[in-house]
């Protein structure tokens, strides 16, 4: 790579550094530049240093032949951008949709009508099988249709992402699905809070399935009271817990991938943090927005803890094993050595949600179709439904948002007000009053002052 020193004339300390790394399918060429401070040897060494940069972290990878949409997803999918488990979803989208739909076409002759085209095709209801639609490749797109619009949205977001690296790797000279494709809009319901009394019917359930104690009802009981999401949960150990300060610090978050390919990815054993249960591979990861955070419990979250750790020893000691150095609290396991799966918290809960409140059925047995979204109706309440139990109730309580915020581990409070919090008559009869009672007040004030 060739590069430039440009000095400020009225400045002699401030440079401009630019280097060449190549050129766009056009021709454009294309440059990367920064601004340094400091004396001219210092900006000779900070252009040697910025060379280096780029042709470590910005190289263009090598691509053999025509790359495809689905070649440049699947090569954008492979930095390591993402978790495992949104890497696992957006291969589903990438097979299922994205491929049989256009995943042939190269990646500069996509056209943006073409995808708005199927933005809309999927949005329709499901294709009958007698009459199946084809993609470009000539086979059958599957599942034709009965795309919800967040759906599809996603796969907006797939291909603009896929798009905006090969744009930086100097493969196209526009993301154009970002700038020029436009997926239905999505309509938001308004969010559903459990009543308590419904929450409190399954936590006795809970409780009667696997003990007071057990690792379900203890999931329950964290999630209640700190309000965090199931592969934290999943992922804390006791040391993680400071039963003094009745504090609970959340770090890390469990995860899964398939065992095919983080077995063709490993190039070392497993640490601690690693492991393989069943058809798959868990690792715990950062939180969803990489921060850690620390929560206090009340004497219900310390009772949980409290109950859970005696729990953990006496079924140790039952089977004969000692408790691993820095066991899980929620662990299948009577040494604590793994955490509990999290989809097999959504299970249990899901469970125990169906048992109470079934989902309506036809004749055959089958699950009914919600027509708004074309796919079997969901379940009236799931994991996710305590944490939006516990913001509710905090919002009620008068706890402010940026506290919320931090407690439940939020970088803004746009989702938290948009997705999880949830209508209140109360709240709402009491902003009325707050605007009539000023109105009312100013007018009673006004007309004293007429009279007088």
Request: glycine share 10%; aromatic share 6%.
């Amino acid at each position: 790579m060739n590069g430039s020193i440009s000095t400020d004339k009225k400045d002699p300390t401030k440079h401009r550094l630019r280097v060449y790394v190549g050129r766009r399918p056009s021709g454009t060429p294309i440059f990367r530049s920064k601004e340094f401070r400091g004396n001219k040897a210092a900006a000779n060494a900070a252009m040697r240093s910025f060379i280096q940069e780029l042709e470590e972290d910005q190289s263009k990878p090598k691509v053999e032949g025509t790359l495809t949409v689905a070649g440049l997803i699947d090569l954008w999918l492979r930095q390591d951008l993402h978790a495992p488990h949104t890497e696992k979803s957006y291969r589903s989208y990438l097979r299922r949709r994205i491929g049989p739909a256009f995943g042939d076409t190269p990646i500069d002759k996509l056209d943006p009508l073409v995808v708005d085209g199927w933005y809309r095709t999927w949005a329709r209801k499901p294709v009958a099988p007698k009459s199946p639609e084809v993609g470009r490749n000539g086979k059958p797109v599957t599942a034709l249709g009965s795309l919800s619009p967040s759906s599809i949205k996603q796969i907006k977001a797939i291909l603009s992402g896929a798009y905006t690296q090969a744009f930086k790797w100097g493969l196209v000279d526009e993301n154009l699905i970002m700038a020029r494709t436009t997926p239905p809009k999505a309509t938001r319901p308004k969010p559903k809070v459990i009543p308590v009394d419904e929450l409190c019917m399954i936590m006795e359930k809970a409780a009667e399935r696997g003990g007071a104690a057990g690792p379900l009802a203890t999931a329950i009981g964290m999630g209640l009271e700190s309000g965090g999401r199931r592969g934290e949960m999943c992922a804390i150990r006791w040391s993680d817990w400071d039963d003094d300060k009745a504090e609970l610090t959340v770090n890390s978050a469990y995860s899964t991938t398939d065992r095919g390919r983080a077995e063709e990815n490993a190039e070392t054993e497993a640490d601690d943090d690693e492991g393989v249960d069943g058809e798959s591979t868990w690792m715990l990861k950062g939180t969803k927005t990489g921060q850690e955070r620390e929560e206090i419990f009340d004497e219900y979250g310390i009772s949980v803890m409290r109950a859970r750790r005696a729990y953990q020893e006496a079924w140790a000691a039952e089977v004969g094993v000692s408790l691993v150095p820095d066991p899980f609290v929620l662990s299948q396991s009577p040494d604590g050595s793994t955490p509990m799966p999290a989809d097999e918290i959504s299970h249990g809960f899901g469970e125990i949600v169906e048992q109470l409140w079934p989902r309506p059925k036809d004749d055959e047995g089958k699950l009914l179709v919600d027509k708004r979204t074309g796919k079997p109706i969901a379940p009236k309440w799931s994991y996710k439904s305590l944490r939006r139990f516990a913001t509710t109730e905090l919002l009620d309580a008068g706890v402010d948002l940026r506290t919320i915020q931090d407690r439940h581990g939020w970088t803004t409070a746009t989702v938290l007000l948009r997705d999880y919090v949830g209508p209140n008559k109360t709240r709402d009869r009491k902003a009325a009053g707050v605007i009539g009672g000023v109105v009312s007040g100013a007018r009673a004030r006004s007309k004293d002052v007429t009279e007088s």
